[in-house]
């Protein structure tokens, strides 16, 4: 009798702490998460579409907290998602500046001014003449994409999967042109960071995958990262677009070097923390504000810069047809907040909402 009495004992206990356990919602607290940043979660997230997956990561020192988020059908809950796999878009770009940066380091190139155009067997059209510096930091004068990608005569599902080298090279050759004088002015160019990206394949003779896995990517452990889908596809959570549809994955193509990469918050968060513990000379060079665009925003190398902080924040997200991204970092503190979540709100009015939580977020650490 006394062994009954003591079991309905411990089960009472354990009834009753699951009954103490606070939430906000669905969302359960856990060892890192305070009650005030699960009410900003809620907040910020009630809305997504259902099935949404949202995976986040909060640094701090040498320390990670992951949280996860998943919207059924009226609520959100609390998930385990952090090898998730998610395309990750623009945040390609801060990778793809990070080995031109190892490059310069390693002096396989000898300064950030040297022109890119000396890799290639044509002159580029209109006489251009463009550096690796303008490239990462979107000072070449050339526009977002390529005049010979016509966005409306491509499938909107998958709108970079035919442009090929044929015609990345018919444009650099023959139809490229200069939305602006180079140096006078910033102006995000995806067809800059692709052709930033070629041109170090060129140079280590090697596709950008493998540059991309021996310089970054294996030196940091990120298992669950790629640009070959196929590499990671069983962890690759299905996308959605702003209504919770499924849509079909991007293949980038020549583009990849500017948003073709997949991964999770558990990799991000190691390639984060590498900014502030113990950067390498690359990733400081990465830093060096090379760019000042307007008050409050700076360029690095791929990286953007907030500066209406005490503090500048490191900055850079990424959108592709059903995943976005957000990293945000504040090394001086060394703390940074990244998030990944497999819906596109790009075109609705809360297309900001994870680029809102990351910066709340950071603020709360």
């Not at 209504?243 to 990849?256: A, E, S």
Request: proline share 4%; glycine share 6%; net charge positive.
């Amino acid at each position: 009798m006394k062994y009954i009495f003591g079991f309905l004992i411990f089960m009472s206990s354990v009834l009753s702490a699951q009954k103490q356990t606070p939430t906000v919602n669905n969302l359960r607290l856990k060892e890192g998460v305070s009650i005030s940043q699960l009410k900003t979660i809620f907040s910020q997230l009630k809305n997504l579409p259902t099935h949404s997956n949202v995976s986040m990561a909060l640094l701090k020192n040498d320390t990670v907290v992951f949280y996860g988020v998943y919207k059924e059908e009226n609520e959100l809950v609390s998930v385990s998602n952090k090898n998730t796999v998610y395309e990750i878009g623009s945040l390609t770009k801060v990778f793809t500046s990070n080995l031109l940066a190892q490059f310069v380091i390693d002096r396989k190139i000898q300064r950030l001014n040297d022109p890119v155009n000396k890799y290639y067997k044509r002159p580029f059209a209109n006489h251009g003449e463009i550096s690796f510096l303008s490239l990462a930091n979107h000072t070449s004068g050339l526009p977002a994409l390529p005049s010979n990608l016509k966005l409306n005569k491509v499938n909107p599902l998958n709108p970079f999967k035919n442009y090929d080298q044929t015609a990345f090279y018919e444009y650099l050759y023959s139809k490229m042109r200069f939305e602006y004088n180079p140096g006078s002015t910033s102006w995000y160019s995806h067809f800059g960071t692709a052709l930033l990206g070629i041109s170090l394949c060129k140079i280590a003779q090697q596709p950008y995958e493998s540059i991309l896995q021996e310089n970054i990517l294996k030196p940091l452990e990120m298992t669950n990262t790629s640009t070959r889908r196929e590499k990671v596809k069983e962890k690759l959570v299905q996308g959605l677009n702003a209504k919770g549809i499924p849509t079909p994955n991007w293949d980038l193509n020549i583009f990849i070097p500017a948003g073709g990469m997949l991964s999770s918050v558990n990799d991000l968060a190691k390639f984060a923390q590498s900014q502030f513990l113990n950067p390498t000379e690359s990733t400081s060079l990465t830093h060096e504000i090379t760019y000042k665009t307007e008050e409050n925003v700076a360029i690095g190398l791929g990286w953007l810069y907030y500066l209406k902080k005490e503090r500048p924040i490191l900055f850079q997200n990424g959108t592709s047809g059903g995943y976005q991204s957000t990293m945000v970092i504040d090394k001086e503190s060394k703390k940074g907040v990244i998030i990944l979540a497999n819906c596109s709100l790009v075109n609705t009015k809360e297309k900001a909402i994870f680029d809102d939580l990351a910066f709340e977020l950071l603020d709360s650490l």
